[in-house]
């Protein structure tokens, strides 16, 4: 997908290694492949905190940094909705991960 090839190449925060790029392509190849139907919060916060970074950061090439955030808006309020579940009930390294984009 674009979007997480945009989060990677151009997001500041890539810098800091919270997401091995390498793993995280393996696992949504698989995600996509199998037809995960997983009910895993902490990787839908994950894959949607990503791909909400990487289309803000597409769009704002073209479009003003405003558009671009209101149009990644939904991706980010996707992640959002798995944050009761990360910290509370099911707690993980990759809801770690997904609560540390979500801050950043």
């Known amino acids: 997908m674009f979007m997480c090839s ?9 810098a800091f290694g919270v997401v091995h790029r390498a793993w995280f392509e ?9 037809g995960s ?19 803000r950061l597409e769009l704002s090439r073209t ?9 990644s808006w939904g991706w980010f309020e996707n992640a959002l909705s798995a944050h009761t ?8 390294l990759v809801g770690v991960q997904a609560l540390i984009l979500m801050v950043l």
């Not at 393996?26 to 199998?34: C, G, P, Y």
């Open 6 to 14: 945009a989060y990677f190449e151009g997001a500041h925060e890539v």
């Open 85 to 92: 579940e990360i910290l509370h009930y099911r707690t993980s």
């Open 37 to 55: 139907n997983d009910d895993d919060a902490s990787w839908f916060a994950l894959r949607n905190v990503i791909y909400a970074a990487g289309y």
């Open 63 to 71: 479009k003003t940094f405003r558009e671009a955030c209101q149009a």
């Open 26 to 34: 393996a696992r949504l190849r698989t995600h996509f492949e199998v």
